[in-house]
């Protein structure tokens, strides 16, 4: 993307900051709030045709972007084209993680991201636990140093996923390009959290990067834990699933190590085709969450979008 687009694009977690009450008492999970707007508002979306291929040649004309069903008058239309990408990844730490070899599979996961990196990418690790978040690696191209890094993850404490997602420093999306994702591999329980899951939505409504969570379970962790198994086997795909429809990424869920390559694959078929539209809120109309849409010419396409952004009334 050009520069105008990474100049433009604000911090994922600088967003999330925003969206959360500033008295939260100390030690104690931030609560959301209703009354947050926006300056910008940028629309990441990736297109696919029906065989899931990615589609890399429409123009400003074919994309018509709709708010609460109506046309919105943008006025920033970009496209990245196998372009470099910064991932932001967020690594679940906590003890649920050793059960079902799920932290090998995570490791397994980001060698495979590595193993595909283009010139221009750059990666930073977060390691969560205990409702914390922790820095492992800043921005860096250094594969080694973020394999180095991971190996040296050891499970422990419960999973606070949703207070971690909300504590995210807004430093986390520092990478150098404009195209940018959050990787998130975690076995999706969250069995510690202060905030609840409709809190934790309202945070997602003002996310302005895409989030691909890859869910690791174990083998033959699905449907009732059998005898002697607990909750912490399984996977909770519904908490995945709804990250990545308000965010406009995509879900992967993997088991073996063989499948993760493929998880990876598309991951990346998304990110490296990715576009870009965006506008600037009007300041009119009450600060409410407005549903976004896509609207493409020609045959049918698959679309992934942020679901909607939290704000005044969009231009028409």
């Given at each position: 993307?050009?520069?105008?687009?990474?100049?433009?694009?604000?911090?994922?977690?600088?967003?999330?900051?925003?969206a959360?009450?500033p008295t939260?008492p100390?030690?104690?999970?931030?609560r959301?709030?209703?009354?947050?707007?926006?300056?910008?508002v940028?629309?990441?979306f990736?297109?696919?045709?029906?065989?899931?291929?990615?589609?890399?040649?429409?123009?400003?004309?074919?994309?018509?972007?709709?708010?609460?069903?109506?046309?919105?008058?943008?006025?920033?239309f970009?496209?990245?084209?196998?372009?470099?990408v910064?991932?932001a990844?967020?690594?679940?730490?906590?003890?649920?993680?050793?059960?079902?070899?799920?932290?090998?599979?995570?490791?397994?996961?980001?060698?495979?991201l590595?193993?595909?990196?283009?010139p221009?990418?750059?990666?930073?690790?977060?390691?969560f636990?205990?409702?914390?978040?922790?820095?492992?690696?800043?921005?860096?191209?250094d594969a080694?140093?973020l394999?180095?890094?991971?190996?040296a993850v050891?499970p422990?404490?419960?999973?606070?996923?949703?207070d971690?997602?909300?504590?995210?420093?807004?430093?986390?999306?520092?990478?150098?390009?404009?195209?940018?994702a959050?990787?998130l591999?975690?076995?999706?329980?969250?069995?510690a959290?202060?905030?609840t899951?409709?809190?934790?939505?309202?945070?997602l409504?003002?996310?302005e990067?895409?989030v691909?969570?890859?869910g690791l379970?174990?083998?033959?962790?699905?449907?009732?834990?059998?005898?002697?198994l607990?909750?912490?086997?399984?996977?909770?795909?519904?908490v995945?699933g709804h990250?990545a429809?308000?965010?406009?990424?995509?879900?992967?869920?993997v088991?073996?190590p063989?499948?993760?390559?493929?998880?990876?694959?598309?991951?990346?078929?998304?990110?490296?085709?990715?576009?870009?539209?965006?506008?600037?809120p009007?300041?009119?109309?009450?600060?409410?969450?407005?549903?976004?849409?896509?609207?493409?010419?020609?045959?049918?396409?698959?679309?992934?979008?942020?679901?909607?952004?939290?704000?005044?009334?969009?231009?028409?």
């Amino acid at each position: 993307m050009r520069s105008q687009t990474a100049a433009l694009l604000p911090l994922f977690f600088s967003t999330l900051l925003r969206a959360q009450s500033p008295t939260a008492p100390a030690g104690e999970a931030p609560r959301t709030t209703a009354a947050v707007s926006v300056g910008y508002v940028l629309v990441p979306f990736v297109v696919a045709d029906v065989k899931g291929r990615p589609v890399r040649d429409l123009k400003k004309k074919d994309v018509t972007l709709l708010c609460d069903g109506l046309p919105v008058a943008t006025d920033l239309f970009d496209h990245s084209d196998d372009g470099p990408v910064s991932f932001a990844i967020l690594l679940d730490g906590s003890g649920s993680m050793g059960l079902g070899r799920k932290m090998e599979g995570a490791r397994a996961a980001l060698r495979a991201l590595l193993s595909r990196r283009l010139p221009g990418d750059d990666y930073a690790l977060y390691v969560f636990s205990q409702g914390e978040a922790r820095e492992a690696v800043p921005f860096t191209n250094d594969a080694a140093r973020l394999t180095q890094a991971l190996q040296a993850v050891t499970p422990f404490g419960k999973t606070a996923l949703f207070d971690a997602i909300a504590k995210m420093p807004d430093k986390s999306l520092f990478g150098k390009n404009g195209a940018r994702a959050i990787l998130l591999l975690t076995d999706g329980i969250d069995n510690a959290s202060k905030l609840t899951e409709a809190e934790l939505t309202t945070i997602l409504e003002g996310v302005e990067v895409p989030v691909y969570p890859l869910g690791l379970r174990a083998s033959n962790a699905v449907g009732t834990p059998p005898p002697g198994l607990t909750k912490e086997s399984l996977l909770n795909l519904d908490v995945l699933g709804h990250i990545a429809r308000m965010s406009g990424g995509r879900v992967g869920i993997v088991t073996e190590p063989d499948e993760l390559e493929g998880a990876v694959r598309d991951i990346e078929k998304d990110l490296r085709s990715q576009y870009l539209v965006g506008f600037t809120p009007t300041g009119a109309g009450t600060v409410r969450y407005h549903r976004l849409a896509l609207r493409i010419s020609g045959r049918p396409k698959v679309i992934r979008v942020r679901a909607g952004y939290r704000g005044t009334d969009p231009p028409r």
